[in-house]
T-cell receptor
């Protein structure tokens, strides 16, 4: 099946710094999703990307759908303590119409140091 | 608050016990899902229901038994589990089973299961 390589696995950054994480795949996806999961909670959708090359922002978060459709990145600007959590990417094959084709990365654990 | 509510939030059970996880969605969605989340592994899709009918079963052991009595409720019945089944079990829903443009998955907060 498809696999997503998400990197880095973990990050320790100072408050105020910018953060960048990415996901790559050997397969093409039609949709890229980015989720955040805080301790003890379920994943919450941050950004959805539907077209190759699309750049979308949600507050201090910006995500891009790679031109090759095999990768996506998420940037967080001016990090704050509440950005702590695990960030997951997910690739979706829309044409298949099946949740089976929603493939998740292993997550990036973000720690923001004061 | 995502509109998907799971109970209990935490469950400890012995290997011979029978217990159930419950999920309720208040979003008017037609599809509901069970995912398993283990440490440092990607989310694993277990079951999918669309309009109360099971449409996917991803080679999940029979000790996990789902039930969907209506489009708003989903259960996961647990019986003779193993310690390696300890994980966070996430319920999710989407407007429709076909994950098209603008139709994506919303997760509940999860049920932490520990099998002793």
């Amino acid at each position: 099946g498809q696999q997503l390589n998400q990197s880095p696995q973990s990050m320790f950054i100072q408050e105020g710094e910018d953060v960048s994480m990415n996901c790559t795949s050997s397969s093409i996806f039609n949709t890229w999703l980015w989720y955040k999961q805080e301790p003890g909670e379920g994943p919450v959708l941050l950004i959805a990307l539907y077209k190759a090359g699309e750049l979308t922002s949600n507050g201090r978060l910006t995500a891009q759908f790679g031109i090759t459709r095999k990768d996506s990145f998420l940037n967080i600007s001016a990090s704050i303590p509440s950005d702590v959590g695990i960030y997951f990417c997910a690739g979706q094959l829309r044409s298949s119409g099946s949740a089976r084709q929603l493939t998740f990365g292993s997550g990036t654990q973000l720690t923001v140091l004061p | 608050e995502t509109g998907v509510t799971q109970t209990p939030r935490h469950l400890v059970m012995g290997m011979t016990n029978k217990k159930s996880l419950k999920c309720e969605q208040h979003l008017g969605h037609n599809a509901m899902y069970w995912y398993k989340q283990s440490a440092k592994k990607p989310l694993e899709l277990m079951f999918v229901y669309s309009l109360e009918e099971r449409v996917e079963n991803n080679s999940v052991p029979s000790r996990f038994s789902p039930e969907c009595p209506n489009s708003s409720h989903l259960f996961l019945h647990l019986h003779t589990l193993q310690p390696e089944d300890s994980a966070l079990y996430l319920c999710a829903s989407s407007q429709d089973y076909s994950l098209d443009y603008g139709n994506t998955i919303y997760f509940g907060e999860g049920s932490w299961l520990t099998v002793v």
